[in-house]
């Protein structure tokens, strides 16, 4: 099954595994695991077991990211040893959604993504993620997806918050308080990229080359192979000048915090062009200078 039809295999419950197997030797009975992390609790001086399926689907989560192999009811971390980090484990998840084909069920969590992108791209704003309630929002992506999951459509209104928990944890959405929605900046995961290119500081790039480098590492952004077959399939393709709402976004969002910062000289014919935003007072660039590292 597939990493968004296990909602209780959360982000959080998924590294607690793998740090409990590596703290216990490298391997670990599956009901051992259950018992540690679900141990159940007392009510009216009798125990009470709480629901299994809360730690259950850790496990699975895991082992369908190919993050934990299974012998039996033996779970044990498929490279030997844990990331030493939470930053570090949701880099390797990130690494394993990047690298997941159409067809690999795990593929549709960046398959959707890139789908918002590109239709951010097609309607160069963001404002209609807030005006369509989730079951709208999972019928459109669902249609812009191609196959489907073993219980069905591939996108569904159940799947929806997981997805959005998978998104926050890789640092691809912001939560809106009162909103029911996240804003899908992808801000923090591009300065952690930036900071796993190894670039250093002072960095100048041509804004070419650096939109290449982000669509090499976040394939689910403009010109990304993720992207890019998110546009094919819906028969449309913007102008390769002007960026998509989320990647501009994301780029603002990046030069706020100092990460980069983005520069018009000279001749402005390569120059290009963020998405519309009133606040904003320079809208294309020509080049990116990287400030800072990025993420730790």
């Known amino acids: 099954m597939s990493v968004l039809s296990r909602p209780n295999g959360t982000p959080e419950r998924v590294w607690s595994l793998i740090g409990g197997i590596s703290a216990l030797g490298g391997d670990l009975e599956r009901e051992d695991f259950v018992a540690l992390l679900n141990p159940g609790y007392t009510r009216a001086g009798q125990p009470v077991k709480a629901a299994s399926t809360l730690a259950s689907e850790g496990p699975g989560v895991a082992t369908a990211l190919g993050l934990v192999t299974r012998d039996g009811t033996r779970l ?3 490279s030997g040893h844990a990331p030493p980090t939470v930053a570090a484990f949701m880099d390797d998840v990130h690494d394993v959604l990047c690298r997941a084909e159409t067809g690999d069920l795990n593929s549709v969590i960046l398959e959707t993504y890139a789908w918002l992108v590109a239709e951010s791209h097609r309607r160069q704003d963001l ?4 005006d369509v309630g989730q079951k709208t929002f999972a019928d459109m992506a669902d249609a812009a997806l191609v196959g489907e999951d073993e219980d069905g459509r591939l996108m569904n209104p159940t799947k929806v918050p997981a997805w959005r928990r998978w998104l926050r944890a890789l640092g691809l959405g912001v939560p809106m308080p009162d909103k029911g929605v996240d804003f899908p900046s992808p801000g923090r995961r591009l300065a952690i990229e930036i900071r796993r290119e190894g670039v250093a500081p002072a960095t100048e790039f ?4 650096f939109i290449r480098l982000v669509a090499r590492r ?3 952004l403009d010109r990304g192979r993720l992207f890019s077959q998110a546009c094919q399939r819906a028969g449309w393709s913007g102008s390769p000048r002007n960026l998509s709402a989320v990647l501009s976004c994301g780029l603002r969002d990046l030069e ?3 990460i980069v910062a983005l520069r018009l000289s000279g001749d402005s014919a390569n120059a290009l062009s963020l998405a519309a935003d009133p606040a904003a007072l320079q809208p294309t660039f ?4 990287v400030l800072a590292g990025g993420d730790e």
Do not use: H, K, R
């Open 76 to 78: 044990s971390l498929a």
């Open 127 to 130: 404002g209609w993620l807030f």
């Open 218 to 220: 976040c394939p689910y």
């Open 286 to 289: 020509n080049s990116v200078v």
């Open 206 to 209: 041509a804004a070419e080359d």
């Open 256 to 258: 706020l915090e100092g």
